[in-house]
């Protein structure tokens, strides 16, 4: 091998550690990394114990109940369509369970449905704040369920659906 040849690759070494290194100063300019100030979201890695959260205050539907206007909840309440029904007695089969008399109802207590074991052990009876709980946090207020619906934030809607559901009956309980 000539001079010449090992020129060509000493001169081939050297441009790309000098377009390397330029390129990495460029980077460095251009996303200009800050240090971490103490702000910010904590994340919890494997095997560390997580810190609980403090309960959130649910605001009460009741209040609301009386003036919630019945048209504005069955707007809403078409979301659930997704996965459940509102007749008395239903023809198809949903993912959900039937909504019929749900409002005073006992919980996992539609007929032919098989209810996840969560739903099942919560026991009890749908009340006006257990569903305004449910409708605004499902996971929270029966953990394990198997229904995804997110939940409804504002308690004006809440109210609005809790008073639709109450209207499918045929003797509708009483409001609080």
Known sequence: MNTFEINKIVGAFLLASLTATSLGMISRILVSPKAFTGHGAVVATAGAPKEAAPPAVL????PLLAAA????????????????????????????PNLW???GGKRAGS???KYSPAMVNAGGDWGY???NAFLANPKAAVKGTAMTFAGMKKPEERAAVV?????????PKPLP
């Open 69 to 96: 206007p019945l048209d504005t909840g069955e707007k809403l309440a078409k979301q659930c369509l997704q996965c459940h029904t509102f007749e008395k007695a239903p023809t198809k089969k949903t993912i959900g």
């Open 59 to 62: 605001e009460p539907i009741t």
């Open 163 to 171: 008073a639709f559901l109450r209207s499918l009956s045929d003797s």
């Open 101 to 103: 008399n749900v409002v």
């Open 129 to 131: 704040d257990e569903l």
């Open 111 to 113: 007929a032919g449905f």
